[in-house]
């Protein structure tokens, strides 16, 4: 069965690495767009290229 919205966290709960995938997936460009837009009022590309990876 495919991982999808409905059904990743019963996958979770059932120890299902996929499911986590499926999490990054959907809110890495969320999370790295966020922490991009704080520490870019820092001014610092290193910080920046440290935090996001």
Known sequence: MKINETNYIEKLK???????????????????????????????SGLIEKSLF
């Open 14 to 44: 059932k120890g299902d690495e996929k499911a986590l995938d499926y999490i990054v997936d959907q809110h890495l460009p969320l999370v790295k767009g966020t922490v991009r837009k704080i520490l870019m009022q820092f001014n610092d």
